[in-house]
């Protein structure tokens, strides 16, 4: 009975949501809440005050429909909230929001998202990198290093790059001889695959 009366209280006035304690909250109290705003103003105006990740990533797939949305949702969701899945989202809205987001959860993927729409971001902005992308082998620094090498980093899917940290072979064209180069990843360092080893990948069938 009390929940109802909350919920009806909320949907008369969802900024009473900016008055309740967290534990107080429930996800349908926040999605009523949301929902009752009125069509003027931006479902972001709230969303600072929803204590959970499901419902504010469940918001912004409904109703950030522009890039500056997306911007002001990177603005007002909050640090305990966020998280790489709602991040992602606002990135393949606006990779300009990039700067608002906090490291603690830009992880090597997105860093490869961001990359990939605006890729002089990172040259222009380095210390926006993460150290901890910076500094390991993971798919961010694996599509550098293939560009830097062999001017083919962007030719590589972020699930391409993936399957090459897991130890798949994988081929490059070089640009010396046109021929294909069939190559592993090992410890960090490519190496040029021996040809029985090439064959013997091929007769099992891999796709390389």
Known sequence: MEN????????RDPFLLRKMRNDVKTREICRIALEALPGQIPKY?????????????EILQKDCKSKTDAIMCAINISDTVMNEEI?????????LAFPILKDT???????????QSNPNYF???PSMLPAR??????VFTLSRMLERRWG????FSLDELKEILQGKP?????????????????????RILPEEKKIREIKKGRKL
């Open 4 to 11: 109802d009366k909350l919920l009806e209280l909320v949907e």
């Open 45 to 57: 105006d709230l969303i600072s005050d929803v204590p959970y990740a499901d419902v504010c990533l």
């Open 87 to 95: 991040a992602e989202f606002i990135l393949e809205k606006n990779p």
């Open 105 to 115: 959860y830009l992880s090597p993927e997105l860093c490869f998202l961001v990359d």
């Open 123 to 125: 040259n222009k902005y």
């Open 133 to 138: 992308v910076r500094e390991t082998v993971n």
């Open 152 to 155: 083919c980093g962007e030719n």
């Open 170 to 190: 994988f081929h490059i064209k070089e640009s010396s001889s046109g021929k294909n180069v069939f190559m592993e990843l090992e410890g960090g360092k490519f």
